[in-house]
């Protein structure tokens, strides 16, 4: 009779026994993965006042993903003339109005805007009028900046905003 050689065979038994556990667990745990590619997100320009906005350089809005950027609005026709001179009321509507414009452009509304900054001139007539905002932002004001400055781009303009905002899917 020959003699069997245990501790050999019981190491090659086990060997074997963990080698089936580690492919079989290799099996069920291989999972199928998915490549995101990122698209880079390109620009959406808007020209409210195309031929005023290229003779002062600048694009009124641009949108890049969800997220809108509008340029200052000011009180001013599309030819590039100021609108109710020395009245910061309707200065401040007129603004609003031209935002609103942009807004719905890109289908958003001020419940969207997440960042306001006003410029002013005269920040005391500003605060006076301000309650107007509160017929415009219903669900929530956004963060921001009131800035008293010197002065604006034209003559007689009282005030300019300029906002941000972002679209939750």
């Given at each position: 009779?020959k003699?069997?050689n245990?501790?050999?065979?019981?190491?090659?038994?086990v060997?074997?026994a963990v080698?089936a556990?580690?492919i079989?667990?290799?099996k069920?745990?291989t999972?199928e993965?998915?490549?995101?590619v990122?698209q880079p997100?390109?620009?959406?320009?808007?020209?409210?006042?195309?031929?005023?906005?290229?003779v002062?350089?600048?694009?009124h809005?641009?949108k890049i993903?969800d997220d809108?950027?509008?340029?200052?609005?000011?009180?001013?026709?599309d030819?590039?003339?100021?609108i109710?001179?020395?009245d910061?009321?309707q200065?401040?509507?007129?603004?609003?109005?031209?935002l609103?414009?942009i807004?719905?452009?890109?289908?958003?509304?001020?419940?969207?805007?997440?960042v306001?900054?006003?410029?002013?001139?005269d920040m005391a007539?500003?605060?006076?009028?301000s309650?107007y905002?509160?017929?415009?932002y219903?669900?929530?004001?956004?963060?921001g900046t009131?800035?008293?400055?010197k002065g604006l781009?034209?003559p007689g303009?009282?005030?300019?905003?300029?906002?941000e905002a972002?679209?939750?899917?």
């Amino acid at each position: 009779m020959k003699a069997l050689n245990l501790p050999g065979q019981i190491y090659f038994t086990v060997a074997i026994a963990v080698l089936a556990l580690l492919i079989t667990g290799c099996k069920e745990e291989t999972k199928e993965v998915k490549e995101t590619v990122i698209q880079p997100e390109t620009p959406e320009y808007f020209l409210l006042r195309p031929e005023v906005e290229k003779v002062y350089g600048y694009s009124h809005a641009v949108k890049i993903g969800d997220d809108l950027k509008i340029s200052g609005a000011v009180s001013m026709d599309d030819t590039g003339n100021l609108i109710a001179a020395g009245d910061m009321d309707q200065q401040m509507k007129n603004c609003y109005s031209d935002l609103e414009k942009i807004l719905k452009h890109y289908g958003y509304t001020f419940d969207d805007v997440v960042v306001e900054n006003v410029f002013t001139t005269d920040m005391a007539e500003f605060i006076r009028v301000s309650a107007y905002r509160n017929t415009i932002y219903k669900k929530q004001f956004p963060t921001g900046t009131w800035l008293e400055v010197k002065g604006l781009a034209l003559p007689g303009q009282l005030i300019e905003i300029d906002m941000e905002a972002h679209k939750a899917h």
